[in-house]
């Protein structure tokens, strides 16, 4: 569900006249300048030129984005409506939903009719910092904070949570903290806006067309009328940021009012929160996991889902608990995974296959790691991880993009050369360095990138 992008500007959205780009060269023609008579008459020249150009593109935008509204129009008649219909939408529903609804440009990742999708700018910034950065104490402080409040608030109604469905009312109130600010979060969009705009445009069509379907069957079979169906800039609705397809699958009504309502009951929004983690195999009675010391005698490439021990064959490896605790008894015979997010530069966890069902929320390491340890500082207090995150990061995603292929290239499995270092990509770095006499990291860096290239 990563969904925490800015949106960029819209095509054709006007200026304010302080920010139009003629002033300078303006205030320059007020006074004298250096070049004598034949620079004045470049920068008349060039002036007239920038408002030639400023006053066909202010022409020209809403003849563009009056197009762009015709061709959703027909879109929406000609292509959506008849699947639709199909499907059991009325169309009452259908023309409820699109009453006045327009694309929004504003929205990342559209690619405009005839033309091809670019490649994401976003793989050439320097934007992939250390892992640490997830965990800024201010945020984390605000959910674990926050969640001890709300805890003590709706005492019977977690309590009444948990006997149901098995799940620690920490993680729920986590998760919820995490998605929208314990609901203080605005969800100031249109569902049908943004899902009709990025099924019309955007770079993944397919996925949101879905999603818009799931949005007019909500409407449609009366679990929310279409003028509740707020969400994200993403599609994503209510307090637990569901996408819509989650919402039919598993939102509940938990404080028996007749439907379930993500945006307003906190008995819904957790009860639904804790339904979807059942969904894909919470396991009652196990927590997420323990931050542990990794010896190195222990290889870093030893790390994945795929490479799970009994928790006792790791502590015989030489790998403890921190603060001296020991393991829990019962989850000595049970299965473990080693988790360094930032290879031999951070904290290591023995995570259970409860982490990886929090990771079925949003597919990220650190979030499903800042969901445990928050959820471990509501239950316990504000105590922060024993281990340090280093100073890594500040590579461009492309120069890990980079990386990835060669080591593809060299038979390595990296499992997508998407410029984010995930767990295969981790290890497989551990294994090269290892075979060419380095000291195993598992992490990139830029001397690594530099040896590779």
């Known amino acids: 569900m990563s969904r925490r992008l800015s949106p960029t500007s819209s095509v054709g959205e006007k200026a304010p006249a302080s920010e139009l780009p003629i002033s300078p060269l303006a205030g320059e023609m007020s006074g004298r300048t250096e ?29 563009f984005a009056a197009k762009i509204d015709d061709q959703f129009r027909t879109w929406l008649s000609s ?15 259908f023309d409820a939903a699109f009453d006045g609804v327009k694309p929004n440009l504003k929205l990342p990742d559209l690619v405009m009719p005839g033309k091809k999708a670019k490649t994401p700018q976003k793989q ?15 945020t984390v402080r605000a959910v674990t904070a926050g969640g001890r409040t709300r805890k003590a608030a709706n005492a019977r109604t977690i309590a009444a949570i948990e006997k149901r469905y098995g ?49 007019l069957e909500i409407v ?32 509940v009504d938990f404080d028996g009012d007749g ?17 979807y983690l059942v969904h894909y195999g919470w396991v009652k009675g196990r927590g997420w996991g323990f931050e542990v010391t990794v010896p190195e005698a222990v290889s870093c490439s030893l790390e994945g889902p795929d490479q799970g021990k009994r928790i006792s064959e790791w502590a015989d490896m030489g790998i403890k608990r921190v603060a001296a605790r020991p393991f829990p008894a019962r989850e000595l015979k049970a299965e473990g995974f080693l988790l360094m997010p930032a290879g031999r530069n951070g904290p290591a966890f023995i995570v259970t296959p409860n982490f990886y069902v929090l990771k079925q929320y949003n597919t990220s390491d650190l979030y499903a790691l800042f969901v445990g340890h928050g959820a471990d500082r509501i239950a316990h207090g504000d105590s922060n991880f024993s281990g340090r995150w280093g100073a890594v990061g500040g590579l461009h995603r492309s120069d890990i993009a980079t990386l990835q292929r060669t080591l593809e290239a060299n038979g390595y499995d990296v499992g997508s050369a998407d410029g984010l270092p995930g767990f295969k990509t981790r290890r497989s770095i551990g294994k090269w360095q290892a075979k060419s006499g380095r000291a195993a990291t598992c992490f990139p860096d830029s001397d690594l990138v530099t040896a590779l290239k």
């Open 79 to 93: 292509d959506l409506w008849p699947e639709a219909s199909a499907k059991g939408i009325s169309r009452k529903t």
């Open 220 to 251: 449609e079979r009366g679990l929310a009328p279409v003028g509740a169906m707020k969400s994200s800039w993403a599609g994503a609705l209510g307090q637990p940021q569901f996408m819509p397809s989650s919402f039919l699958r598993h939102a």
């Open 35 to 63: 070049g004598g008579g034949k620079d004045r008459c470049f920068h008349k020249i060039a002036v007239a030129f920038l408002l030639v150009a400023l006053t066909a593109f202010l022409l020209a935008a809403p003849a």
């Open 124 to 138: 050439h910034q320097a934007e992939f910092g250390s892992p640490g950065a997830y965990f800024a104490e201010k």
């Open 259 to 275: 439907r379930a309502d993500i945006w307003n009951s906190v008995p819904d929004t957790l009860a639904s929160i804790a339904n």
């Open 167 to 215: 799940v620690p009312g920490e993680v729920l109130l986590a998760i919820w903290g995490r998605e929208s600010g314990f609901g203080a979060a605005k969800m100031p969009y249109d569902a049908f806006e943004v899902l009709g705009t990025k099924a019309f445009m955007a770079t993944r069509k397919d996925f949101f067309r879905t999603e818009l379907m799931a949005a």
